[in-house]
Nanobody
């Protein structure tokens, strides 16, 4: 059974920081690109950050310079460090694992930035 289990979401004030974690099981983790998406109410799900199996990273323009994605293949875990958070970052954040054949999603974790 494939599972992506997220943690680290919560309520934070504008300008604050959060670190999201996503622990994967049931896949050969090092063969998957890992992604963070987010979706706010009434909006489409958007790709926030990605990291390839070779640790090449990409970011949405809206978060570039504020967010950092990383992975620990030994722990089968991907992280999203979020700094200088803004109210417009408020969304449900989803962890995604993807290769050429399959894609899997976490349950989502709520991030709320106040003010």
């Amino acid at each position: 059974q494939v599972q992506l289990v997220e943690s680290g979401g919560g309520l934070v004030q504008a300008g604050g920081s959060l670190r999201l974690s996503c622990a994967a099981s049931g896949i050969t983790f090092s063969f998957y690109a890992m992604n963070w998406y987010r979706q706010a109410p009434g909006k489409q799900r958007e790709l926030v950050a990605s990291i390839s199996s070779r640790r090449i990273t990409n970011y949405a323009d809206s978060v570039k310079g504020r967010f950092t994605i990383s992975r620990d293949n030994g722990k089968n875990t991907v992280y999203l460090e979020m700094n200088s958070l803004k109210p417009e970052d408020t969304a449900v954040y989803y962890c995604n694992a993807e290769n050429f054949l399959n894609g899997y999603w976490g349950q989502g974790t709520q991030v709320t930035v106040s003010s």
